[in-house]
């Protein structure tokens, strides 16, 4: 599977951006399905994952209350709703999918996705 993320742009402190990522070449739904994020001189961190029903999705405690990943299999692309965002959430967003939940909390999944740049000012 290919995943092409957009969205991202520069946004004020305090306000929204949804960023998504597209799959391409197979169905996101037959895979989990993963947000994460690298900003400048820091280690790529989890924010979010889902399972391949989308039924349940996981967040890391950085982003849980102001991030919610969704799916829409119509369009076979994820989502990543970001609000009351701040500055420390600039950073290059990045999906990514794997067909075990595990390879994408610990990091490690097959398929990633390109990134897209989000910039937060404050």
């Known amino acids: 599977v290919q995943l092409q993320a957009s969205g991202g742009g520069l946004v004020q402190t305090g306000g929204s951006l949804r960023v998504s990522c597209a799959g391409s070449g197979r169905t996101l739904s037959s895979y989990a399905m993963g947000w994460f994020r690298q900003a400048p001189g820091k280690d790529r961190e989890f924010l979010a994952a889902?399972?391949?029903?989308?039924?349940?999705?996981y967040y890391a405690d950085s982003v849980k209350g102001r991030f919610t990943l969704s799916r829409d299999k119509t369009k076979n692309t994820i989502y990543l709703q970001m609000n009351s965002l701040k500055p420390e959430d600039t950073a290059v967003y990045y999906c990514?999918?794997?067909?075990?939940?595990?390879?994408?909390?610990?990091?490690?999944?097959?398929?990633w996705g390109q990134g897209t740049l989000v910039t937060v000012s404050s």
């Open positions: 990514a999918a794997d067909l075990k939940l595990h390879n994408i909390v610990v990091l490690n999944p097959e398929y």
């Open positions: 889902t399972i391949k029903s989308g039924e349940s999705t």
